[in-house]
């Protein structure tokens, strides 16, 4: 059973850093590209990083430059730091990966951009 779990979220001012973790199990880790998505309320969930089995990453333009993923697959975990924190980044923030043609999804960690 596949099931990806996020931790990290809470409430950071303005300017702050907040690293974020997804601990994976029931999947060959190592093998699969993974993500990072957010949702903000009234808006529509957005790619924000994604990280290939080799290390290649494409990082979303709202947050080029202030976000990175990594990933350590002895962990199987995948990991995104977060820098420069706007209040506009205030959203839940999922874990993603395609397995065996099969969509999975962490249930999520909210992160608040707040003064």
């Known amino acids: 059973q596949v099931q990806l779990e996020e931790s990290g979220g809470g409430l950071v001012q303005p300017g702050g850093s907040l690293r974020l973790s997804c601990a994976a199990s029931?999947?060959?880790?190592?093998?699969?590209?993974m993500s990072w998505y957010r949702q903000a309320p009234g808006k529509q969930r957005e790619l924000v990083a994604r990280?290939?089995?080799?290390?290649?990453?494409v990082t979303g333009d709202s947050v080029k430059g202030r976000f990175t993923i990594s990933r350590d697959n002895a962990k199987n975990t995948v990991y995104l730091q977060m820098n420069s924190l706007k209040p506009e980044d205030t959203a839940v923030y999922y874990c993603?990966?395609?397995?065996?043609?099969?969509?999975?999804w962490g249930q999520g960690t909210q992160v608040t951009v707040s003064s």
């Open positions: 993603q990966t395609l397995y065996y043609g099969k969509d999975y």
């Open positions: 990280i290939s089995s080799d290390g290649n990453t």
């Open positions: 029931g999947i060959i880790f190592s093998i699969r590209a």
